[in-house]
């Protein structure tokens, strides 16, 4: 991810353009998954439970990744960090993924 002083506004936005397609190829095979291996008495619960875990990630994340790019005089340094921390975090629920799948069949 290359954000460096100067960049221009269209790169940036291509890359946050790719992050959030990876979030949308993430995110319905993670509820599939997730719903897919409750029983259907309590998928609602699992839903719930679901949706509550990643409206607080989704608050602590803005928090904290705020928190790095808010740095005085350190803007580009903490929105590099903050993006690479949040790719590291998508290809580790990734792998996740993958291996829960596969355990289940």
């Known amino acids: 991810m290359g954000i460096d002083r100067g960049i221009g506004y269209w790169a940036v936005f ?24 409750v029983e259907k008495a309590r ?13 607080t990630g989704s608050v602590l994340g ?23 921390i949040s790719a590291v975090l998508l290809i580790v629920a990734a792998v996740a993924i993958a291996i829960g799948g596969r355990h289940k069949r």
């Open 14 to 37: 291509v890359q946050f353009l790719a992050m959030g397609g990876g979030l949308g190829m993430l995110v319905p095979p993670l509820t599939s998954t997730l719903l897919g291996s």
């Open 43 to 55: 998928s609602g619960l699992a839903a719930g439970v679901l949706n509550s875990t990643r409206q």
């Open 62 to 84: 803005v928090a904290l990744f705020g928190s790095l790019i808010g740095q005085t005089n350190a803007f580009l340094f903490g929105a590099r960090t903050a993006l690479i």
